[in-house]
Structure formats: structure tokens, C-alpha cells
């Protein structure tokens, strides 16, 4: 839950939706508009909210 209210707190109203769907192997990815821009695999075990809120800023950025 940290991740989605770190999420919320930053984007407030400019989020769509955040989606939480369970997955197994403890898999844990973080998409945004389709492109996965965190993957505990590659990015390794902790979290980074940096990595991820800049990551989103720069697709709305984009957008």
C-alpha cells in the first residue's frame, strides 16, 4: 500500500487507476500505459519511488 499512496500523493487526480492484481513468484512490476517501468527482477528487491514517480512524470510529460 505504500507504493500506491506514494503514488496517489504525488499524482492526486492525474492517475487513471492504480491496479494492484496478484501475481505468483513474487513477481512485483509497476506499468504505466501499457510499459512496465519497475520490475523487482531487473531493478532488483527494493522498491525505488523516485525511479517510479520520475518514470510516470516523464511519460505525462510526454503524453
Not at 8 to 27: A, K, M, S, Y
Not at 30 to 49: Q, Y
Request: proline share 2%; net charge negative.
Amino acid at each position: 500500500m505504500k507504493t500506491e499512496q506514494a503514488l496517489l500523493e504525488e499524482f492526486g487526480q492525474d492517475l487513471t487507476r492504480i491496479v494492484l492484481r496478484p501475481g505468483h513468484g513474487r513477481v512485483f512490476e509497476i506499468r504505466a500505459d501499457g510499459e512496465t517501468i519497475w520490475h523487482k527482477e531487473v531493478h532488483g528487491g527494493e522498491l525505488d519511488l523516485n525511479l517510479i514517480t520520475d518514470a510516470i512524470r516523464e511519460r505525462a510529460l510526454t503524453a
